[in-house]
């Protein structure tokens, strides 16, 4: 049973017989956002937004969802995630109140044949889209609910690296993703394997290769606690990994934002997207505590 906050659909108040009820599924895979445009002939064409439709009298928000996209796309979803409500008031007057949910599981065929052209875009760039207000003011919800998401990854790749102080590794760890589900996961393993070369990121994204059996990772998000190495910064961009999420900065040797940027250098034929600085103090912590136990 999907849960929903509580809503009147087809009352007899002055309030809300003014106001249309409106589902809208934000559908995301692999970490980028399904965007349609409207058709150049239809009303408000060239218009971006979400698929989803009216709120029938008698129906939930949910179940307006489950019939609208089950007839606009051809899919059918499950445990959708309710991300908040909006109103929008059209330059004639009416006014629309907006019920949206986070869809990332769904099976069947998208259909795509509604809209004049559909993206799929990174939430980042949803900004950058012309869009209904109403839709543009879920963005900052939207991004929340998927940070969320990267906190989880990243304290699994926490717990790597605590494995890794354990055995005498500095203490840095990894996961990758992809599709929400995690492919692989490493630590540093340089003193174990004696090569300067076994770091968290390349362990994993080895494991992640084997994995999808591809020399590819699109698609793919890297979780590791501390700002990658110019060595693993290049592995990312040749792997063609999509994002790359870090903790703690590295003043002495980090290539994505501090010393280089190597993820991001135009001239390469990849950039990869970064957000560092997430749980950044707890990766602190356990470098500072591994190095202060092994000086004299």
């Known amino acids: 049973m999907y849960a929903f906050p509580p809503v009147e659909i087809g009352s007899n108040s002055n309030v809300l017989s003014t106001v249309q009820e409106v589902a809208v599924a934000v559908l995301i895979d692999a970490g980028r956002i399904f ?37 606009e ?33 769904w099976f069947g065929g998208l259909r795509t044949d509604l809209w004049e052209q559909v993206v799929w875009v990174h939430p980042d760039e949803l900004s950058s889209y012309a869009m209904f207000e109403a839709n543009r003011s879920i963005i900052p919800a939207i991004t929340a609910s998927i940070e969320g998401e990267d906190e989880r990854f990243m304290r ?14 500095i203490p840095v760890g990894c996961v990758i993703t992809c599709e929400g589900a995690i492919i692989a996961r490493s630590h540093n393993r340089t003193e174990e394997r004696r090569a300067a070369t076994a770091h968290a990121e390349l362990l994993a994204i080895a494991q992640a ?53 190597i993820t991001n250098d135009r001239r390469l034929n990849h950039r990869v997207r970064v957000r560092g600085g997430l749980l950044a103090e707890q990766s602190q912590s356990l470098l500072e505590a591994f190095f202060r136990q092994r000086r004299p």
Not at 37 to 66: C, H, I, M, S
Not at 74 to 103: C, K, Q
């Open 156 to 169: 699994i790749a926490l717990g790597e690296a605590e494995r890794a102080a354990a055995r005498g590794e």
């Open 73 to 105: 796309l051809g899919i059918v979803f499950f445990n959708p995630r309710y991300l908040g409500t909006s109103e929008h008031v059209y330059a004639d007057g009416g006014t629309f109140r907006v019920w949206y949910y986070l869809v990332d599981k």
């Open 209 to 261: 290769l084997e994995h999808r059996r591809s020399k590819w990772l699109e698609g793919c998000t890297l979780y590791v606690t501390l700002e990658p190495c110019p060595m693993c910064a290049g592995a990312l961009v040749l792997a063609r990994i999509e994002r790359v999420v870090f903790a703690a900065h590295d003043p002495k040797a980090g290539a994505c934002e501090t010393l280089y940027t």
């Open 35 to 71: 965007l349609g445009q409207r058709r150049t002939t239809a009303r408000y064409g060239g218009v971006w937004e979400f698929p989803g439709g009216k709120v029938e009298n008698g129906e939930t928000p949910v179940d307006a969802l489950v019939r609208e996209l089950r007839e």
